[in-house]
């Protein structure tokens, strides 16, 4: 705030409403008022930081007790039948209940694990030249199991070499291909990645396409956001994070990623990230 009728009464006043500085026109000077406004800018943005971790962990919190509601009722039921058959002698079920109670217990630990990757995901980490053909590889490691499970085909053209950080890297292309596996009622998944020069030529848009059944047109916006799914646990299971943790890697490597899709037409997941070569060579131009 800025005035000419400069008391201390004033000052206390404007900054209860929400002024974050008082500076006085008597004094005022170039170095002052630059000072005002750089504090400002600062308070306001650590401000906007704090109100949107607070509604990130607000989010967290519902999700925790809402998720892990449902496994922790089940067990509860299974170990109770547990408990009254053995008593009564009965051991005909105990082989079944005791795999369902593991079942349940997985669903809570992969709830845990996903909502850890999501609120501690590095941000203080060095970005250095990362090879996409590599990542891939790792991710298809990763992904054994389930392409050997479903049969599935992980197609893909050369890839360039990036400037990021490895392990976030994998998750991001880990989760998009993953949901390309599990999106998909074909007989067959098929998951191609490929990867193009941006308009500006600083850039790579990588592209992850599968035959899946896709997602609704007026969706491709919402699936991104934290804990937001189309589908419920019964028939596709997840936590809704998936696609938010993703956002979250390429956003943080000034990137950005989106979808292309229409339901039961396969979907096509895109993102960018800086050429390795051309981030170096800036590094050196500044040094
Ligand atoms: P999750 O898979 O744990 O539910 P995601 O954040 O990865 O969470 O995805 C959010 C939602 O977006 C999913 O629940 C699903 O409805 C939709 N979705 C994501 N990827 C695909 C895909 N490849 N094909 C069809 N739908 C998808």
New binding site residues.
């Given amino acids: 705030m800025l005035t000419g009728q400069g008391s201390e009464d004033v000052a206390v006043a404007a900054m209860k409403v929400g002024a974050s500085d008082y500076v006085i026109k008597d004094t005022i000077s170039a170095v002052g008022l630059h000072r005002a406004i750089n504090n400002a800018v600062d308070k306001t943005k650590l401000q906007q930081k704090f109100d949107s971790q607070q509604e990130e962990q607000e989010l967290f919190l519902r999700t925790l007790l809402h998720d892990a509601r449902a496994p922790l009722r089940h067990i509860s039921t299974f170990s109770e039948l547990l408990d009254a058959d053995v008593k009564a002698g009965d051991h005909s079920n105990i082989v079944e209940y005791c795999s369902d109670l593991k079942i349940e217990t997985k669903r809570i630990q992969g709830l845990l694990d996903?909502l850890a990757a999501y609120a501690f995901s590095e941000s203080d980490v060095t970005f250095e030249p990362i090879c996409m053909a590599d990542v891939l590889q790792s991710v298809t490691a990763n992904l054994s199991l389930r392409i050997a499970e479903r049969q599935a085909v992980v197609r893909h053209d050369s890839l360039p070499s990036v400037r990021g950080h490895g392990p976030q890297l994998i998750q991001l292309l880990q989760?998009?291909v993953g949901?390309?596996i599990?999106?998909?009622d074909a007989d067959q998944p098929v998951i191609e990645i490929t990867a193009s020069a941006s308009d500006d030529n600083r850039h790579h848009v990588f592209k992850v396409q599968?035959n899946?059944?896709?997602?609704p047109t007026d969706r491709l916006a919402y699936?991104?956001q934290p804990f937001?799914?189309?589908?419920s646990q019964d028939v596709?299971?997840?936590?809704?994070?998936?696609?938010?943790?993703?956002q979250k890697i390429v956003k943080r490597h000034g990137g950005r990623i989106w979808c292309e899709?229409q339901t039961g037409q396969?979907?096509e997941?895109f993102f960018t990230l800086e050429d390795a070569d051309i981030a170096e060579d800036s590094k050196l131009l500044v040094s």
């Avoid at 899946?212 to 997602?215: A, F, H, R, V």
């Avoid at 937001?228 to 589908?231: I, S, V």
């Fill in positions: 996903t989760n998009l949901n390309g599990k999106y998909c599968d899946g059944i896709g997602i699936v991104f937001k799914r189309l589908w596709y299971e997840g936590t809704g994070l998936g696609l938010a943790i993703c899709s396969g979907s997941f």
